[in-house]
């Protein structure tokens, strides 16, 4: 015989407050770009709501578009938690100090880096027959 018991119940649902909007914006389409700095010899990587955004930010500063594409805040988001995992830390405002290796990560990561500063490797493979 089995003896097992069935408890009927009902469970009770917690609410909690959180902000939706911030939540919400994270998945907010856009523009997630790469900008150079030839004074610091620095990358910045950031997202823009839309292309005027951008030109207001290029304007303003002194900096070279390297690329740019569509994305969104997440993008950003898990670009920058992978770089820190990674051990590659930001400066102010997200400029990264410029490199090799960030580049390359950048790249592999899908982040728009454009062909200016960065040429990706090509592996030629050679069959020899005999």
């Keep these: 015989m089995n003896n097992k018991k069935i408890i009927k119940g ?3 649902l917690i609410s909690s407050k959180f902000k939706v909007n911030t939540y919400i914006d994270k998945f907010k389409d856009g523009i997630i770009y790469t900008l ?3 004074q ?3 990358l910045k990587v950031g997202f823009a709501e839309n292309d005027k955004v951008l030109e207001k930010k290029l304007s303003s500063e002194a900096l070279i578009l390297l ?3 569509k994305g969104n805040k997440k993008d950003l988001c ?3 938690t992978t770089l820190k995992e990674l051990g590659i830390k930001y400066s102010d405002n ?3 100090k410029y490199s090799r290796s960030l580049m390359r990560h950048l790249s ?3 982040w728009p880096v454009g062909r200016s500063l960065y ?3 090509k592996i030629k493979k050679e069959l020899v027959c005999a």
Excluded: A, E, P
């Design 10 to 12: 009902y469970k009770t």
């Design 36 to 38: 150079y700095s030839d």
């Design 40 to 42: 610091l010899n620095s």
């Design 67 to 69: 690329d740019m594409k």
């Design 78 to 80: 898990l670009l920058i």
């Design 94 to 96: 997200f400029y990264y």
């Design 108 to 110: 592999t990561l899908g």
């Design 119 to 121: 040429k990706q490797r």
